[in-house]
């Protein structure tokens, strides 16, 4: 009998070792991400048609969480999103260079790149301008 009251005390504390506010630790360390570009709009002026032209979007995580990019989703195939799909700490900064080429284009284009993530404004819309000319113009 005396041995089930021991084991029955030692299962008991036991039990009591993992209560506590350390258990809750997970839970409240984690945050929340936040993706803030510098400027959300580039606009490149007048280019010649058939040009390939690119700029980089400058990007920060303002949130207090590890920001990670999903998907940058162009609304046409003349525009490539490119970037980094490492994890951006807190106060980090990273980029996104987006290529768009004027072949077969003429006039004013407005382009837009969407880029989902896991923060909590998880999808933030970056949008290009170019003024197209033609060949001689």
Do not use: W
Request: glycine content about 12%.
């Amino acid at each position: 009998m005396t041995g089930l009251i021991a084991a029955a005390l030692l299962a008991g504390s036991c039990g009591r070792s993992q209560a506590g506010p350390s258990k809750n630790l997970p839970s409240d360390t984690t945050g929340t991400a936040m993706l803030t570009f510098k400027t959300p709009e580039h606009d490149f002026g007048k280019v010649k048609a058939g040009e390939k032209v690119g700029c980089i979007f400058t990007y920060t995580n303002t949130g207090d969480a590890d920001l990670v990019i999903t998907s940058a989703s162009a609304s046409c195939g003349c525009t490539v999103p490119k970037y980094d799909k490492k994890p951006v700490p807190s106060g980090g900064t990273g980029t996104m260079e987006v290529i768009f080429d004027t072949s077969g284009r003429e006039g004013l284009q407005t382009k837009t790149v969407v880029v989902q993530s896991n923060a909590e404004n998880n999808l933030v819309i970056l949008r290009i301008i170019a003024d197209v000319m033609k060949n001689g113009s």
